[in-house]
């Protein structure tokens, strides 16, 4: 079971249909249950609207009261976002070699030894720059779409106040031309 953050919009926490039947085996208060249950109800009736959308994930404001539990009150849930595998080390290590970054050198070692862990557990052993590199720079191919302007926005299924409905998350983003 797992949440991460919405890589084109960090004000979102995504989340499986799985992880939200997953958290109901918790002991919560009130306030969670209801709004899990407002969630599964709105997913409900918005996969009935649009059967034609495979919904496997769906996008919740950082500010919900549920997002709030998962990260800052729940220890046992996992944050992907602060989990380190060899997949982000990979990317984070083509990324830093692709800008010429003297970081691919600290990475390297990580890469080579097949290094994984929490955050908190890597920057103890590992300097914290270099696990703070690693967990902002985990998607190469998002690195070089962005680059060259081929990004697509994708949209997402978002929940809000008792609603789910298709959004795109992006963030807009000003591009600097040189003339």
Do not use: W
């Not at 926490?13 to 002991?27: E, G, P, W």
């Not at 059967?51 to 009150?73: H, T």
């Not at 290590?93 to 990580?110: D, G, R, V």
């Amino acid at each position: 079971m797992g949440v991460y953050t919405n890589i084109e919009n960090n004000d979102y926490l995504m989340m499986s249909k799985k992880d939200l039947y997953s958290i109901l085996n918790n002991n919560l208060n009130e306030n969670i249950i209801n709004e899990i249950i407002s969630i599964l109800i709105a997913i409900k009736r918005f996969s009935k609207k649009h059967s034609y959308i495979k919904l496997e994930e769906i996008a919740i404001k950082k500010d919900n009261i549920l997002a709030q539990y998962i990260l800052k009150e729940n220890p046992t849930f996992i944050n992907d976002d602060l989990n380190i595998n060899i997949i982000k080390i990979t990317n984070a290590l083509n990324i830093a070699l692709f800008e010429n970054n003297p970081i691919s050198q600290k990475i390297f070692p990580l890469f080579q030894n097949q290094i994984h862990g929490t955050k908190e557990d890597l920057e103890i052993i590992y300097d914290k720059y270099i696990i703070e590199y690693i967990l902002n720079n985990f998607d190469f191919k998002y690195y070089i779409e962005n680059l060259n302007g081929t990004y697509k926005s994708k949209f997402y299924i978002v929940y809000d106040s008792g609603k789910c409905y298709e959004k795109k998350l992006s963030k807009q983003q000003k591009k600097l031309r040189i003339l």
